[in-house]
């Protein structure tokens, strides 16, 4: 194994002491030009990128153009494959082996960002079928509440962005065909929840500030025109609802073809869709065998009755016999933030990674925009926003029913509420972010690949508990096997659904009968499953990658091995793939 990794290694370029050079002075001078060149060339292919995706480059921290909103037309998609097409002609003037193994990786990061911008735009084709990608709430509320300028200033970029707001909805209009019923359902909600953006909030802003009483003018009278095209795009998205429902709609499904290239594209893990899809197969069962040995264990603390012969119900009937321990309802957004500063603690305690107490986690209730995906998450500054804020939304069960409410609450019980929030905050997805914004290389820290960032997240749930977070307490370690055979079935539900064309009963049989999870939690599931595909089986792929690279690494290094070092390490590579990241670690040693 030593010696295949090596041979990897070496054609990759990510070897230092390997070089196709002779060791002279001239081939060094001629190396250092190159790849001083490559630094130059991937500081300028940013500089391009923001003037070409300005909504991506605010959402980066980057605010020089927050005034300009695209508007997404066929001009617009001709103008992005020119700037695609050039820029892929300037990358590939470089040889990659003459690189350094930092730039090479950024060398393939580029390259494979620009080819899968081109697919999406000429192959996959969402921007035809997918409605709820046009929503211009996100751009706007970012400017708004994100205190990194004088407000006067804020205030004039979405002064010049509204102007552009009509052009925006009706370019979206003219592009919508053939669209899915999933998707155009779930635009409906989501601009509906821009109203919460363009509000008497914001008007409020404005009167308040020390904009001329002609700006004050303009920007009302540019709101007022920006909200009725607003709601002139949700009434025609209803009308469209309205003809889908009667007159049917394209299938949400990709098909395996699309299905396996969005894969290579958004997971770079060296594994085919289908090959992650038959890995997680097998490691559902022993994932099931290990909670079956928990409950054995616990069944006498618990039940006086013997334990039933079937084992999934055995295990089903403990867990949901544990799982009304949970929160009230109106306080699940309060004990969320309390459990933060535990996090904390016990991160700091156990030196499992240095965190920074002067980039606070603030939680707050999800923005109504960004509402029906997920029900927590985190949005977190760019790597130019240093000063910025990261959020923890986390939706409110108040628009829930009661039997609803307590079917979710049952999912996220006392101790499943605990990983998540490891997941979500301490010491996941916060964590890494604000590491991977500090990374030297621009370009980890802004292309981030998302198996990366979601398995580091999976990953420091399994490693809090192995430190000892909750005392190695059973009941908690069994809601972690039920939570991380969750991460496991997306990977089976996605490709099932996607490829394999799983019917919603199917799925909803596998989250609950398998996955022991709730119908609440396993029929939202099954709606983001509808909505999105692939990225369900970031997490796993992510995690598993990183778990076995990790235990590699003890194996090889023994009493040497310090495990706050190698997080730190390995988070110091921004968001790269973590098969890069194997590689450039596995260089240095």
Request: charged fraction near 20%.
């Amino acid at each position: 194994m030593k010696k295949t990794a090596l041979i990897i290694a070496m054609s990759l370029g990510l070897v230092a002491c390997q070089t196709p050079y002779p060791s002279t002075s001239v081939a060094v001078e001629q190396q250092q030009a190159q790849e001083q060149s490559f630094a130059q060339f991937s500081q300028t292919f940013i500089d391009k990128l923001w003037q070409q995706a300005p909504t991506w480059a605010l959402y980066s921290g980057y605010h020089q153009y927050d005034g300009k909103l695209e508007v997404p037309n066929a001009k617009g998609r001709n103008n992005d494959l020119l700037f695609i097409e050039s820029q892929l002609a300037q990358l590939q003037q470089f040889s990659p082996a003459a690189l350094t193994g930092n730039e090479r990786t950024d060398y393939l990061l580029i390259e494979n960002l620009l080819k899968q911008w081109h697919w999406e735009l000429t192959v996959f084709n969402a921007w035809q079928w997918d409605p709820s990608s046009y929503n211009v709430a996100g751009g706007f509320a970012q400017i708004i509440n994100e205190d990194f300028a004088p407000i006067e200033q804020r205030l004039q970029s979405v002064l010049e962005r509204l102007q552009s707001v009509p052009a925006y909805y009706a370019a979206a209009r003219e592009n919508i065909q053939q669209p899915t019923l999933e998707h155009t359902e779930l635009a409906i909600l989501q601009n509906q929840g821009g109203f919460s953006v363009f509000s008497d909030e914001l008007l409020a802003k404005v009167e308040g500030s020390e904009l001329t009483a002609t700006e004050k003018a303009l920007f009302r009278a540019r709101l007022q025109t920006a909200k009725e095209a607003l709601q002139q795009h949700i009434d025609w998205l209803t009308d469209l609802k309205a003809q889908l429902v009667a007159e049917g709609a394209k299938d949400f499904r990709i098909g395996e073809a699309l299905y396996e290239q969005k894969f290579a594209f958004d997971i770079q893990s060296g594994m085919t869709a289908k090959q992650l899809y038959d890995k997680a197969v097998a490691e559902k069962n022993i994932v099931q065998q290990q909670m079956l040995k928990i409950t054995r264990d616990l069944w006498p603390k618990y039940f006086t009755t013997p334990m039933p012969s079937d084992d999934k119900l055995a295990v089903r009937t403990l867990i949901d016999h544990l799982s009304v321990r949970h929160v009230k309802a109106e306080d699940f957004v309060s004990e969320v933030s309390r459990q933060i500063p535990e996090l904390v603690d016990f991160v700091n305690q156990k030196q499992l990674i240095t965190l920074d107490p002067s980039k606070p986690l603030l939680v707050r209730k999800t923005p109504e925009y960004m509402r029906g995906f997920a029900g927590a998450s985190i949005s977190a500054p760019g790597p130019y926003d240093t000063q910025g804020n990261t959020y923890y939304n986390v939706t409110p069960l108040t628009g829930m029913d009661a039997d609803s409410a307590e079917s979710y609450l049952r999912e996220y019980n006392h101790w499943i509420l605990q990983i998540l929030n490891i997941h979500e905050a301490i010491p996941g997805h916060y964590a890494q972010l604000v590491y991977s914004n500090q990374s030297p290389s621009l370009v980890k820290s802004l292309f981030g690949n998302g198996a990366m960032v979601e398995g580091w997240a999976v990953y420091t749930e399994r490693m809090m508990l192995e430190e000892g977070y909750g005392d190695f307490e059973p009941e908690l370690w069994l809601m972690y096997y039920k939570w991380n055979l969750r991460v496991i079935c997306n990977t089976i539900l996605d490709y099932s659904i996607q490829v394999l064309n799983m019917e919603q009963e199917q799925g909803l049989d596998l989250l609950m009968n398998e996955a022991f999870q709730q119908r609440a939690e396993a029929e939202s599931k099954w709606r983001r499953a509808t909505l999105s595909q692939v990225q369900l089986t970031s997490y796993y792929a992510g995690y598993r990658e990183i778990y076995d690279f990790r235990e590699e690494m003890k194996a090889k290094q023994g009493e040497d091995f310090k495990l706050n070092a190698w997080h730190e390490t390995f988070l110091s590579y921004g968001s790269a793939p973590v098969k890069y990241i194997r590689q450039l670690m596995m260089a240095e040693k």
